[in-house]
């Protein structure tokens, strides 16, 4: 195990609103860089104030979580969309996160290249990266009747664009970046009985061989890399679009294989709600393996009881020993650039709280 991070973080903070305005405007790309720039410096300085073991820019240069590859390469079609459809209390509409291979995918840059450089130069401590699932794109970008033109198939275009993320971890563990993490909702697909239905009939791909591919693309961008001296991290959740969510079920159906199989150092684990389930699955986490427990929610500002945290670590605990544990929110506080439904002042809040938690349990 590299490092501990035990007040870990998910990666997306709340962008402000002088940025989002330049953002809709349309505004030339040196003035966004400038303010990309300052805002980011302003959110890692209140990131060492809080003590967060771990820094993050926020993903302010983003239009959300995943667009670090869509902005990398030709071939998405952005007035294009798959629907998509989102359940919880948020009020505001869902943002569109992506939109439809049309062509053969081509590189064109680097997916993280501008990020690393500003952070290597001004984060207080170390920094995680994080990197959209090559997984994530053919379950929301392929589109029949178009995407089939250039892909035969949602596996096909998958095995595309694994060498794409593949030479991004590569070069951020050349590099020697302290943490990479890949976003993978996609595997919440296979804990959710609509959404196995889905795999099965829109995709046409029997849930459980689609579920080893995810894991068998995954391994094919990690490979060889653990024990190179950056932590290497999937997440995994049940979606976060201004607060709102798409699936739920406990991690019971995927819990062996995906454990035992996927090459990483560390799992972050949505485990906000009674959406997630329980805490049994975690007994197949191997003894090289860390679970960071996603206990505190960035969907909405209600801020939780430390107590209640304390406990949930302590059940979590009966399943992973505590000195393989640590805590963190359960997603990013902006997935989309757009924001869930809290304040910065609420999300501040709750990364203090995971914090002072975390110095509570671990010291």
Same mark, same amino acid.
């Given at each position: 195990?590299?490092?501990?991070?035990?007040?870990?973080?998910?990666?997306?903070?709340? &962008?402000? /609103?002088?940025?989002?305005?330049?953002?809709? &405007?349309?505004?030339?790309?040196?003035?966004? &860089?400038?303010?990309?720039?300052?805002?980011?410096?302003?959110?890692?300085?209140?990131?060492?104030?809080?003590?967060?073991? !771990?820094?993050?820019?926020?993903?302010?240069? @983003?239009?959300?979580?995943?667009?670090? %590859?869509?902005?990398?390469?030709?071939?998405?079609?952005?007035?294009?969309?798959?629907?998509?459809? #989102?359940?919880?209390? *948020?009020?505001?509409?869902?943002?569109?996160?992506?939109?439809?291979?049309?062509?053969?995918?081509?590189?064109? @840059?680097? %997916?993280?290249?501008?990020?690393?450089?500003?952070?290597?130069?001004? $984060?207080?401590?170390?920094?995680?990266?994080?990197?959209?699932?090559?997984?994530?794109?053919?379950?929301?970008?392929?589109?029949?009747?178009?995407?089939?033109?250039?892909?035969? +198939?949602?596996?096909?275009?998958? #095995? +595309?664009?694994?060498?794409?993320?593949?030479?991004?971890?590569?070069?951020?563990?050349?590099?020697?970046?302290?943490? !990479?993490?890949?976003?993978?909702?996609?595997?919440?697909?296979?804990?959710?009985?609509?959404?196995?239905?889905?795999?099965? /009939?829109?995709?046409?791909?029997?849930?459980?061989?689609?579920?080893?591919?995810?894991?068998?693309?995954?391994?094919?961008?990690?490979?060889? %890399?653990?024990?190179?001296?950056?932590?290497?991290?999937?997440?995994?959740? @049940?979606?976060?679009? @201004?607060?709102? #969510?798409?699936?739920? =079920?406990?991690?019971?159906?995927?819990?062996?294989?995906?454990?035992?199989?996927?090459?990483?150092?560390?799992?972050?684990?949505?485990? +906000?709600?009674?959406?997630? =389930?329980?805490?049994?699955?975690?007994?197949?986490?191997?003894?090289?393996?860390?679970?960071?427990?996603?206990? !505190?929610?960035?969907?909405?500002?209600?801020?939780?009881?430390?107590?209640?945290? %304390?406990?949930?670590?302590?059940?979590?605990?009966?399943?992973?020993?505590?000195?393989?544990?640590?805590?963190?929110?359960?997603?990013?506080?902006? $997935?989309?650039? /757009?924001?869930?439904?809290?304040?910065? +002042?609420?999300? #501040?809040?709750?990364?203090?709280? !995971?914090?002072?938690?975390?110095?509570?349990?671990? *010291?």
């Amino acid at each position: 195990m590299t490092t501990a991070y035990r007040a870990d973080q998910v990666g997306s903070l709340l &962008r402000p /609103e002088e940025l989002l305005e330049a953002r809709y &405007r349309g505004a030339p790309q040196e003035e966004l &860089r400038s303010l990309e720039d300052r805002h980011i410096l302003r959110l890692l300085d209140r990131q060492r104030e809080l003590g967060v073991d !771990v820094f993050t820019d926020g993903e302010l240069r @983003r239009r959300n979580f995943m667009s670090d %590859l869509m902005d990398s390469v030709e071939g998405f079609d952005f007035g294009e969309a798959l629907p998509r459809s #989102w359940k919880g209390e *948020g009020k505001a509409p869902p943002a569109s996160v992506t939109g439809v291979v049309v062509s053969r995918l081509r590189q064109v @840059r680097r %997916l993280t290249e501008h990020e690393v450089s500003f952070l290597r130069a001004h $984060s207080p401590g170390p920094f995680k990266i994080t990197l959209p699932s090559a997984n994530q794109f053919p379950a929301i970008a392929f589109k029949k009747g178009l995407t089939d033109r250039v892909y035969r +198939d949602h596996s096909e275009l998958l #095995w +595309d664009i694994v060498p794409i993320v593949r030479r991004e971890v590569e070069a951020l563990v050349a590099e020697g970046v302290p943490y !990479v993490q890949i976003d993978a909702p996609r595997y919440s697909y296979y804990i959710d009985p609509r959404w196995r239905q889905y795999v099965r /009939e829109e995709m046409g791909v029997e849930p459980e061989a689609a579920l080893d591919e995810a894991i068998r693309a995954d391994n094919a961008c990690l490979e060889g %890399l653990r024990g190179r001296g950056t932590v290497l991290a999937i997440h995994l959740c @049940r979606g976060n679009n @201004r607060s709102q #969510w798409y699936a739920e =079920g406990g991690y019971d159906p995927i819990a062996e294989k995906l454990f035992h199989q996927l090459q990483v150092d560390r799992f972050l684990l949505e485990y +906000d709600d009674e959406r997630s =389930g329980t805490f049994e699955p975690l007994r197949f986490v191997p003894p090289d393996k860390t679970v960071v427990l996603g206990l !505190v929610s960035t969907k909405r500002p209600e801020v939780e009881s430390q107590e209640t945290l %304390l406990r949930r670590i302590e059940e979590a605990s009966r399943y992973v020993p505590l000195d393989r544990l640590a805590l963190s929110p359960q997603c990013g506080f902006a $997935s989309v650039m /757009e924001g869930n439904l809290l304040s910065e +002042d609420d999300q #501040w809040a709750k990364l203090r709280l !995971v914090v002072e938690t975390a110095r509570r349990v671990w *010291g």
